[in-house]
């Protein structure tokens, strides 16, 4: 039932690919080949309701935790939820901003996994989708895998993406911001915070205090699922956790995204990425601790 469940979920989400498909054509991109928005875009966007764009699809497991997460972690504008046909007929409308999952295939992930993203979009008379003002895309799963994967992260991501904007408003000039790698420049205070990892999120060397401190002689814990969703939900003070998206069995040649977020601020402090090979496998890297605690 499952094998068959999840046939009919890869044939509605093709048909979506061929309205919503972003083509992106490097992973650090935070932004796809939609415009940056202007000043006046970013205040005006202040202004508008999001809307959240829905799968038209009774079975979506992806509807119910987005559902969730925006009433309850949503607090930059008023919010609603639409379908994909009402999004097609309001996304000119520059009264509106959408959140839009989309999915995208890089080039160069010899893998062929589709990479899902959360768009936040701003509405605009525009003959294309790709057009409209794009604030952020945010890399949030593999399409294929368990949706329970991302669905307690699925909250800190949308954090992260009100206070991009809010990033953005301060200073709009700062055209580096269209990058995930901009957030790099964030790493030295990483040290002095707590970081909280799942353990299949790391590389298997990695996955032992032992061998953690090892290369981070820092405050990194090894903890559950469980752990890590309640500092989400409670907002630790100087806390990180790591979203991670890597392909379902780790396939050589695929794409590993890795991104420790602040769970007071919803800052991302450090932001990297990966080839899949037999030295590098699917989860945060030997090199990545030694990167981070260098400072």
Known sequence: MRSILYIYLNNIIMNRLIIFLTLITSASILYSQSPFPEPEEVERFYNTKTLVVLEDDMFSEYNVFIKNAVNEYWEIT?????SEKEFDQKRKNPAYSFIVLTATRFDRDKSGAFLNFINLLLGKDVGRIEEMPEFCAVPLSIQGADDTEYSYKL?????????????IREDPTLKGKKYLKYYNKFIPEALNKTILISE???VPELRTSEAVDKYYPHNLKIVSDDEVDEAIRNRYE????LHKVGPVRAEKGGLCFKMLLGTDDARMYFYGEHRITERKSNGLLVNDLKRIGRF
Do not use: P
Request: proline share 0%; net charge negative; no cysteine.
């Open 238 to 241: 100087n806390t990180l956790v």
């Open 78 to 82: 008023g919010h609603d939820f639409i």
């Open 200 to 202: 299949n999120d790391l």
């Open 155 to 167: 909250g800190m991501v949308l954090r992260f993406m009100q206070a991009h904007v809010e990033h």
